[in-house]
């Protein structure tokens, strides 16, 4: 089992930035990918940006140029800092922690509780 708490959502006005953190239970080295996602009301959760344990990266065209996410392995934590946040950014942020078990072909998802961003015109 993985427990995942986000941390770092908040208001910012349309311009500003923010930073997120997802703190796993237990070293993340071993993880698979790692990843972003967001919704919004009626909508369904979308891949924001995903990290790979090789550290390859990638992002929804939506936020490239203006969101980076990393790792500190050592800290057992990834982050996703957010630069010239819009409104249409507004969402619930969740971290994601994937497992796949190449034995079983077992793939597990991990994800935390969810952290508000809200984007203010």
């Known amino acids: 089992q993985v427990q995942l708490m986000e941390s770092g959502g908040g208001l910012v006005q349309a311009g500003g930035s923010l930073r997120l953190s997802c703190a796993a239970s237990r070293s993340i080295v071993s993880f698979n990918a790692m990843g972003w996602y967001r919704q919004t009301p009626g909508e369904q959760r979308e891949l924001v940006a995903r990290i790979n344990s090789g550290g390859g990266v990638s992002y929804a065209d939506s936020v490239k140029g203006r969101f980076t996410i990393s790792r500190d392995n050592a800290k057992n934590t990834v982050y996703l800092q957010m630069n010239s946040l819009k409104p249409e950014d507004t969402a619930v942020y969740y971290c994601?922690?994937?497992?796949?078990?190449?034995?079983?072909?077992?793939?597990?998802?991990?994800w935390g509780q969810g952290t508000q961003v809200t984007v203010s015109s």
């Open positions: 994601n922690a994937l497992i796949f078990t190449a034995t079983t072909m077992r793939r597990d998802d991990y």
